[in-house]
């Protein structure tokens, strides 16, 4: 009993070094972005085409056209992962990485999400640059994406959630990325090329 006191008392001692323990802040329904798509393929499929970097470089990038010449997964609780996506017009990469918190293969994932320094496509150095889409955005933050992956018959709905935006024109642009991403993951699985 009295080392259970004892560890009593030193976690009340780390509490007041540390101070009271963090919660992670309440999601804001104003900048969070929901989507609901369905994909006629498996959900092991679907789920493989996000985490396996070969079949996400195929379909992963803003918009028809765009090239995904980084795809790095490290793919465990704690690992992380960096995503850089090419317009066809511009000699830049815009870069995201983050951090996996969640990984239940084949059904979801969950992972942090920031903005890197774009990078000169020939170089690999920060450009300096940035898609005149985020002139209206907010300085980049952290933010939470989770991705469901539900079996309905032949097909997975997957269901996205993007949330701890730091304003609303910040999600809409990422919505229509995200919309434009999945159009191109529809194309390939209706193909039958992933």
Avoid at 6 to 17: I, K, P, R, V
Avoid at 163 to 178: L, M, V
Wanted: hydrophobic share 35%.
């Amino acid at each position: 009993i009295s080392l259970i006191l004892g560890a009593g008392l030193y976690l009340n001692h780390l509490s007041d070094f540390w101070g009271p323990p963090q919660t992670v802040p309440a999601s804001d329904p104003a900048t969070t972005l929901n989507i609901t798509r369905t994909f006629t393929a498996s959900p092991e499929l679907v789920f493989s085409a996000w985490t396996e970097p070969e079949r996400l470089k195929r379909w992963w990038g803003a918009h028809e056209g765009f090239t995904t010449p980084i795809a790095e997964i490290d793919l465990r609780v704690g690992g992380s992962y960096r995503l850089g996506m090419k317009p066809p017009d511009q000699n830049v990469i815009y870069v995201v990485g983050g951090v996996y918190r969640e990984i239940q293969p084949p059904t979801k994932l969950v992972y942090t999400w920031i903005w890197e320094p774009p990078l000169d496509a020939a170089t690999m150095q920060p450009s300096g640059e940035h898609p005149p889409e985020m002139d209206n955005m907010a300085v980049p933050n952290e933010t939470l994406v989770t991705v469901e992956f539900h079996a309905q018959g032949n097909s997975t709905e997957l269901v996205l959630t993007h949330e701890y935006f730091a304003d609303q024109p910040t999600r809409d642009e990422h919505n229509k990325g995200w919309n434009g991403t999945f159009d191109k993951l529809a194309k390939l699985i209706e193909a039958g090329e992933l």
